[in-house]
């Protein structure tokens, strides 16, 4: 079958590492490869992805097309979470957007009247006169603590994140290019896009929405970086001697199990593939081509198709134990004889190579996957990690009410990341309980 002409796949999660054991990473995130799409298989690092690489920006998802009967439930939903986690924020961004706006018309208007204490006057009504020092604190009041612990978050995380490195620019690019992707099919700008229905407003350009993602982005890595960093040498080293030691490179062709393919479906279809490598296996030449052939005709993996389901120097804790386990298991040039599942479906997996690698060379990949792991499964990590932050940079709020308001939103912020982590511990502990039963 010719590639061009299948349906197009359903956008996929941009990650290194796919096939995920509790749910389809990113995990922007937040990824050694973040320009490769749905491969081998996350590991449980990715299975929430802390919001993936970016604070507030929905997850990643591969710029490939869409199918337009599950596109809109899918861009909905996103849509939907997206705001109302945002909205607090546009809301107060606006509002003093347009109070700066007043403030300065009023200081260069002749006209303003002004009280006798000199406060100028912005409205009246019935004999009641708002001044602009009446707007002010009331706007502080209302929206003040948020506005505030924005701008000293991204003070700090400009200064605790120099730089970006290819992996992160690559990763901006994915969230911008999906962004666009869907700008597309509702065919509208991509000002109106965002504005309408993401609720971000005052981007207008590509490139100002690039730089709008990097700011949040940058925040994601300064959390991340702050956690790595408390993490032990010792325990560095144990992660990498369990999960990182030994890299393996492989040829893979994922069946997904979908809406439109069911389980049974998915397998059925990956053992005929096997059949088809079946009558070549003795040529190892012709093993290869076919491989790649069939990885390119039939894998689901956007990252990976085009290249025969090339899949480099992944190692155990990046991801799905079956999927791991699976490839090690095999000589170089085998392939599976057997279907293994995934989260996403079935792998038909040919080894290529593998290698033993230094703690050294990997350690700053093991450090921030090992942080990743650790936000994702105790939330109030983010918020420690941001007030701790806040202390070594010295914050002091000189106004009373403000820094009651702001201590009041740590305690909160850590009662509800406290409750998050609960209920996502009971969900995944009665999911395992379930597919042990099925298991059984």
């Not at 929905?58 to 490939?64: D, R, W």
């Not at 097309?65 to 961004?93: D, G, H, M, P």
């Not at 890595?221 to 990182?244: H, M, R, T, W």
């Amino acid at each position: 079958m010719n590639k061009d002409t299948k349906n197009p796949k359903k956008t996929t999660k941009s990650t290194k590492k796919t096939p995920v054991k509790n749910a389809k990473a990113t995990k922007a995130n937040n990824t050694k490869k973040v320009s490769q799409v749905k491969k081998a298989a996350p590991n449980k690092t990715e299975k929430k992805e802390v919001k993936q690489a970016v604070n507030n920006i929905p997850e990643v998802k591969s710029t490939k097309k869409v199918e337009k009967s599950n596109l809109f439930t899918k861009i909905k939903n996103i849509i939907l979470k997206n705001w109302e986690e945002r909205k607090e924020f546009v809301i107060s961004c606006i509002v003093i957007v347009i109070l700066a706006c007043m403030i300065v018309f009023l200081a260069i208007s002749k006209q303003v009247p002004k009280l006798k204490d000199g406060s100028e006057v912005l409205a009246s009504v019935d004999g009641l006169k708002i001044t602009t020092d009446d707007l002010y604190i009331d706007l502080k009041d209302s929206y003040g603590t948020n506005q505030l612990i924005n701008l000293i978050d991204q003070h700090i995380a400009d200064d605790y994140v120099k730089e970006f490195t290819k992996d992160d620019e690559a990763q901006i690019k994915e969230i911008v290019d999906y962004y666009k992707q869907y700008a597309d099919y509702y065919g509208t700008s991509f000002e109106d896009f965002l504005s309408q229905y993401v609720g971000i407003s005052g981007v207008s350009t590509e490139e100002e929405f690039k730089e709008y993602v990097k700011k949040d982005y940058k925040k994601t890595l300064a959390v991340q970086k702050y956690v790595g960093d408390k993490i032990s040498e010792d325990e560095l080293k144990k992660e990498f001697e369990k999960n990182y030691k030994e890299k393996l490179t492989v040829r893979h062709i994922l069946i997904e199990v979908d809406e439109e393919t069911t389980e049974d479906e998915a397998k059925k279809q990956a053992e005929e593939l096997i059949k088809k490598l079946d009558k070549v296996k003795d040529d190892s030449e012709k093993l290869e081509k076919e491989f790649k052939d069939l990885a390119y005709d039939n894998s689901a993996d956007q990252a990976t198709y085009k290249d025969g389901g090339l899949y480099k120097d992944f190692s155990k804790g990046e991801v799905d134990e079956n999927f791991y386990n699976a490839a090690k298991e095999l000589k170089n040039g085998e392939y599976t004889k057997e279907p293994v599942k995934s989260q996403y479906g079935y792998h038909v997996i040919l080894k290529v190579s593998s290698k033993t690698t230094k703690f050294k060379d990997v350690k700053d990949e093991v450090k921030t996957a090992l942080a990743k792991e650790k936000l994702t499964n105790d939330a109030t990590l983010q918020v420690t990690a941001w007030d701790e932050l806040r202390k070594k940079y010295k914050l002091k709020i000189n106004d009373t009410n403000i820094s009651k308001e702001y201590k009041k939103t740590i305690e909160n912020s850590k009662k509800s990341a406290e409750d998050s982590t609960k209920e996502n511990n009971s969900t995944t502990n009665s999911n395992s309980t379930s597919s042990e039963e099925k298991e059984d």
